[in-house]
């Protein structure tokens, strides 16, 4: 079934406001969007390879050979290290520590976030004012000193373990964010009229407040991952986490402790850089994608035309009603001050 039509009117000059020619709703607008399209589609691409890295690399990761610190070739496509091993290997391998890190810290934080900020704004009182406190307990904490902490006392804490202490200290920000927004809704009439036939509170809070919510959580879900996969890579190449598990961190980390830039293999720190500034950029621009869907002024109008009696088109801009006139308009002559002087 096709999607509904608008029809668009606007002002003109010389009468009343007019109809023109009508305009199809634009459905799933937020993938429409290219910065989010193309932030998807490659946050689907490293997903897919977090999959199935592991069963499509060519070689064993860890595995040595006699191929020591050679060049990117038909037989090792982004080189070797200094033992032999190869590094194509080691960045797919490596992908999937790095997004499990990153989403599970993204979902744990996006939950806590939900459960307590909503939960505060909505239901006020004693349990908005004990809520606050506890998250700004947590808003103090700092994460990555914590991980460092965890890490430097439990030796075989793992990503599990660095996903949910990344989780478990990230979540006051959004929940900050979250009971703000919560308070500004929780008084609007379609609120108060669920309120006011009998539904209950979570069901008022699921259905009515948390889908006026879903930009600023996914928002949020973003920045956390974001920060997790930052935490998880700075971890593994400082040598506080496990290095006996693959990541983009862990290469670096070898690459830096073996002085490969001084040996010019450039190929040892290249690739696992790239991937980090390539995830980097996917995920912000899914952010960028997010704020122009929620905010009007920084959504593109390219898509909004409409098209005047004489056949051109004019382009709907946020905020402005187009004014179309089917005629050229008047122009009045400029006439000199002196002329004014000497006419008067």
Same mark, same amino acid.
């Given at each position: 079934?096709?999607?509904?039509?608008?029809?668009? #009117?606007?002002?003109?000059?010389?009468?009343?406001? &007019?109809?023109?020619?009508?305009?199809?709703?634009?459905?799933?607008?937020?993938?429409?969007?290219?910065?989010?399209?193309?932030? +998807?589609?490659? +946050?689907?691409?490293?997903?897919?390879?977090?999959?199935?890295?592991?069963? /499509?690399?060519?070689?064993?990761? !860890?595995?040595?050979?006699?191929?020591?610190?050679?060049?990117?070739?038909?037989?090792?496509?982004?080189?070797?290290?200094?033992?032999?091993?190869?590094?194509?290997?080691?960045? +797919?391998?490596? #992908?999937?520590?790095?997004?499990?890190?990153?989403?599970?810290?993204?979902?744990?934080?996006?939950?806590? !976030?939900?459960?307590?900020?909503?939960?505060?704004?909505?239901?006020?009182?004693?349990?908005?004012?004990?809520?606050?406190? @506890?998250? %700004?307990?947590?808003? &103090?904490?700092?994460?990555?000193?914590?991980?460092?902490?965890?890490?430097?006392?439990?030796?075989?804490?793992?990503?599990?373990? *660095?996903?949910?202490?990344?989780?478990?200290?990230?979540?006051? =920000?959004?929940?900050?964010?979250?009971?703000?927004? #919560?308070? !500004?809704?929780?008084?609007?009439?379609?609120?108060?009229?669920?309120?006011?036939?009998?539904?209950?509170? =979570?069901?008022?809070?699921?259905?009515?407040?948390?889908? %006026?919510?879903?930009?600023?959580?996914?928002?949020?879900?973003?920045?956390? /991952?974001?920060?997790? &996969?930052?935490?998880?890579?700075?971890?593994?190449?400082?040598?506080?986490? #496990?290095?006996?598990?693959?990541?983009?961190?862990?290469? @670096?980390?070898?690459?830096?402790?073996?002085?490969? +830039?001084?040996?010019?293999?450039?190929?040892?720190? /290249?690739?696992?850089? @790239?991937?980090?500034?390539?995830?980097?950029?996917?995920?912000?621009?899914? %952010?960028?994608?997010?704020?122009?869907? *929620?905010?009007?002024?920084?959504?593109? !109008?390219?898509?909004?035309?409409?098209?005047?009696?004489?056949?051109?088109?004019?382009?709907?801009? &946020?905020?402005?009603?187009?004014? @179309?006139?089917?005629?050229?308009?008047?122009?009045?002559?400029?006439?000199?001050?002196?002329?004014?002087?000497?006419?008067?």
């Amino acid at each position: 079934m096709s999607a509904p039509a608008t029809t668009i #009117t606007a002002v003109t000059p010389d009468g009343p406001e &007019v109809a023109v020619a009508p305009v199809k709703r634009r459905r799933l607008r937020f993938v429409a969007n290219p910065k989010a399209a193309t932030g +998807l589609v490659v +946050l689907a691409f490293f997903c897919l390879i977090a999959i199935i890295g592991p069963w /499509v690399a060519p070689y064993d990761p !860890s595995a040595r050979s006699s191929d020591l610190i050679q060049a990117p070739s038909g037989k090792h496509w982004f080189g070797t290290t200094h033992l032999g091993q190869d590094i194509f290997s080691q960045v +797919l391998v490596g #992908t999937r520590g790095v997004m499990f890190v990153g989403l599970l810290a993204g979902l744990v934080a996006t939950a806590l !976030s939900i459960l307590i900020g909503v939960s505060a704004g909505f239901l006020g009182g004693a349990a908005d004012d004990s809520l606050s406190a @506890l998250s %700004n307990v947590f808003l &103090v904490i700092p994460a990555l000193p914590l991980i460092i902490i965890v890490a430097s006392t439990i030796p075989s804490a793992g990503d599990l373990m *660095v996903a949910l202490v990344i989780g478990l200290t990230s979540w006051a =920000w959004g929940a900050r964010v979250l009971r703000a927004q #919560t308070l !500004s809704l929780r008084r609007r009439d379609y609120v108060e009229a669920a309120r006011a036939t009998g539904e209950s509170t =979570w069901r008022i809070i699921t259905f009515e407040i948390m889908p %006026n919510l879903t930009a600023i959580i996914a928002s949020g879900f973003v920045g956390t /991952v974001i920060f997790a &996969v930052m935490s998880e890579i700075t971890l593994a190449f400082i040598g506080i986490s #496990t290095i006996s598990e693959w990541n983009w961190g862990t290469i @670096l980390f070898w690459a830096q402790s073996q002085q490969a +830039l001084a040996q010019g293999a450039w190929w040892w720190f /290249v690739p696992a850089g @790239l991937a980090i500034a390539v995830l980097g950029t996917a995920l912000s621009l899914i %952010n960028f994608g997010i704020d122009e869907f *929620v905010s009007p002024r920084l959504r593109s !109008s390219g898509h909004t035309r409409v098209k005047t009696k004489d056949g051109h088109s004019v382009r709907m801009r &946020v905020g402005f009603t187009p004014v @179309l006139s089917s005629k050229a308009a008047p122009v009045t002559p400029v006439v000199p001050r002196r002329e004014k002087e000497e006419v008067a």
